[in-house]
């Protein structure tokens, strides 16, 4: 009790300096050559660190962590269920794996992200415009290495229901659009560590499954064809909570 108590009173200094850093490097830095790798690797370390101070725990077989290693050109599909998820991912996204998240619109634009975000290399999704910000996150991802991997919450915002949300089809229509496979992410029982409207997460553990790669043919019904990997992240993660997620 004393050590969590100190832990989370030596955060609140050491919490603030990390987000500066991880928030100015890009501005900073973010034209220099070999940034973005070196970047998302500081990242991964800072939320591992923030994990540690937090007393949260991340479970995830080595076969994931395997999995994940080796992965090349595919988009990662993430469940999204509290504001711990991007930390648990990018604590256990090996080195040798480059990833980059899709952030709204409003945050890529604004002044005092906007050049950092873009050094980061965020993909900048404007959700008014439908059809050409598909177009424009296609463009992108093709441009990509095939290591890194732009990660999407398919779901769209956090569930806060029992069970998976209804999921979106961007993802699935960009990996149709780009050749791309999907690589699902399922990650279960951080809302039950940070819900909303908590501050602080409880001491706990999140376990992560990484399924294996979907791929769906540029002729597959979108709709068949999101069903499809919703069901495969559906079964991973009923398993892990014993909750049934609803049909659509």
Not at 21 to 45: D, H, N, Q
Not at 101 to 110: D, I, N, Q, R
Not at 153 to 158: A, D, K, N, P, S
Not at 167 to 172: C, E, H, I, L, S
Request: aromatic share 8%.
């Amino acid at each position: 009790m004393l050590l969590t108590l100190a832990k989370r009173i030596l955060l609140l200094p050491v919490g603030p300096a990390i987000f500066l850093f991880l928030a100015f490097a890009p501005t900073v830095c973010g034209t220099r050559k070999g940034f973005r790798g070196w970047y998302w690797r500081r990242v991964s370390r800072a939320c591992s660190l923030l994990l540690w101070f937090l007393d949260v725990r991340v479970e995830i077989s080595d076969a994931a962590r395997e999995a994940l290693r080796t992965d090349e050109n595919s988009i990662i599909a993430v469940n999204h269920r509290s504001h711990l998820d991007g930390f648990t991912m990018l604590h256990v996204i090996p080195d040798e794996k480059w990833v980059t998240f899709g952030a709204k619109k409003e945050l890529c634009e604004a002044a005092l992200l906007k050049r950092g975000f873009e050094g980061a290399g965020l993909l900048k999704i404007d959700r008014q415009k439908g059809r050409d910000a598909l177009s424009s996150l296609k463009g992108a991802i093709t441009e990509m290495p095939a290591r890194r991997s732009p990660i999407l919450f398919v779901e769209g915002t956090r569930s806060t229901k029992p069970g998976l949300a209804p999921f979106k089809a961007g993802a699935v229509l960009i990996a149709q659009q780009t050749g791309r496979a999907i690589r699902p992410f399922v990650i279960s029982h951080s809302d039950k560590l940070l819900p909303r409207g908590k501050f602080f997460p409880f001491k706990g553990t999140v376990h992560i499954d990484v399924l294996d790669q979907m791929s769906f043919a540029k002729d597959e019904n979108a709709d068949a064809a999101v069903a499809r990997l919703r069901a495969a992240m559906a079964r991973a993660y009923d398993a892990q909570t014993g909750e049934t997620t609803p049909e659509v």
